[in-house]
């Protein structure tokens, strides 16, 4: 197979200007992973990594002499950033695991595509592309790409023992590329079931970013729930409103709005997600307000007023969907209406009659009047 020429990221002058310095110099230089596996299902690419048999250091020199700006980021393990015109381009020399704990590996570099493409997780990353487009698949991965089955390479236990963060890759990879009508593989399900304290091996940071990712997907429903039926969410992210999760895809897809990751994990009641999926405070904060805005009694108007028109329309979806309600898209009008609108009442117009901790319960008490009527009350009547 031979992907097209029209291919953005193949076509792209800056990647074939890489490749050519690699090859001209004697060395491969393949396309690999998501970019390949992506032109395969007709769908974007938003990362383009390369494979090489050269050796960091010899890619360094290379990406020298050629006027490229070659950045050490992962030398170690064998990747070097270069940057053509602006655009980076992560090279990696082939490399083949030597030891494995299920977090980090030892790697030794290698000169065969073989021990690269067997070291990866699943057989539709193991996809390499020559510079002119031609499909190498050492391992025999393509019939699983074309078919959208997510399948772990070779023995499913031992590529997870490998790094347990694998067993969430495999759930965020089915909902992005599985086929829905063809399931589950049942070897990775197994494996997976038999491989579950090494969960609590992982750490909070490389937990909650793949679990965020898995959220951001079309629809990450089905992984969810075979995570949890397989008993994956009881030990990394226990949810108590699981079910929520489908109608608010469905009112999203109603209304046309775009899939968050903070706003689907409000929907499913998470405990302690903060801490489990070490998000930052600016995400906490987010998801902590809209799990509070979705059960308060706000309007429209008053929702955009308080989180502000993205996130107001996101508590509004939340708590509609939450008990089985019609959204009705001009509702979005009155939330970004709220979200402009200022509480007409400043600590200086009840100053000097209130001081310190009584001025600021009589803010909060008016402003509690102003949200009930709908933003409606001017200064006049909540200061009369």
Request: glycine letters at 8%; one cysteine or more; aromatic letters at 6%.
């Amino acid at each position: 197979m031979k992907l097209s020429a029209e291919t953005p990221w193949l076509a792209d002058p800056k990647g074939q200007a890489l490749c050519a310095t690699l090859e001209q110099a004697g060395y491969q230089a393949l396309f690999v992973g998501g970019c390949v596996r992506n032109a395969i299902l007709n769908e974007a690419a938003s990362d383009v990594d390369i494979a090489t048999d050269a050796k960091p250091q010899r890619v360094m020199e290379l990406a020298k002499a050629a006027g490229f700006q070659p950045v050490p980021t992962g030398i170690d393990h064998g990747t070097i950033t270069v940057v053509v015109e602006g655009v980076g381009f992560e090279i990696t020399t082939f490399r083949r695991d030597v030891e494995t704990d299920g977090r980090r590996a030892v790697v030794a570099f290698s000169d065969r595509i073989e021990d690269d493409a067997q070291r990866r997780d699943f057989t539709m990353n193991a996809l390499y592309a020559k510079p002119d487009g031609q499909i190498l698949d050492p391992l025999g991965g393509m019939p699983d790409a074309l078919a959208r089955r997510v399948c772990f390479i070779q023995d499913a236990a031992m590529r997870i023992r490998e790094d347990y963060l694998r067993i969430l890759r495999f759930f965020r990879f089915s909902a992005y590329y599985g086929d829905p009508n063809v399931g589950f593989d049942p070897e990775a399900l197994a494996a997976i079931a038999d491989t579950l304290d090494g969960l609590d091996t992982l750490s909070a940071e490389r937990v909650g970013a793949e679990m965020l990712k898995l959220l951001a997907a079309c629809d990450p429903a089905r992984s969810l729930a075979t995570m949890d039926q397989i008993g994956v969410l009881a030990r990394i992210l226990p949810v108590q409103s699981l079910p929520a999760l489908a109608p608010l895809i469905a009112v999203e897809e109603q209304t046309e709005t775009p899939p968050d990751s903070l706003r689907r994990l409000a929907a499913l009641n998470p405990i302690e997600a903060p801490e489990r999926l070490r998000l930052s405070r600016k995400d906490a904060r987010i998801l902590t307000a809209l799990m509070e805005a979705r059960d308060a009694a706000l309007s429209p108007k008053a929702l955009g007023y308080r989180l502000g028109e993205a996130r107001g329309w996101d508590a509004f979806i939340l708590r509609q969907s939450g008990l089985g309600q019609p959204v009705d898209q001009a509702v979005k009008a009155d939330v970004q209406s709220g979200s402009k609108c200022e509480f007409p009442v400043k600590a200086s117009d009840l100053q000097p009659d209130f001081q310190g901790p009584a001025l600021g319960e009589k803010l909060r008490e008016l402003e509690a009047q102003w949200l009930a009527s709908d933003l409606t009350l001017d200064r006049a009547a909540l200061l009369g």
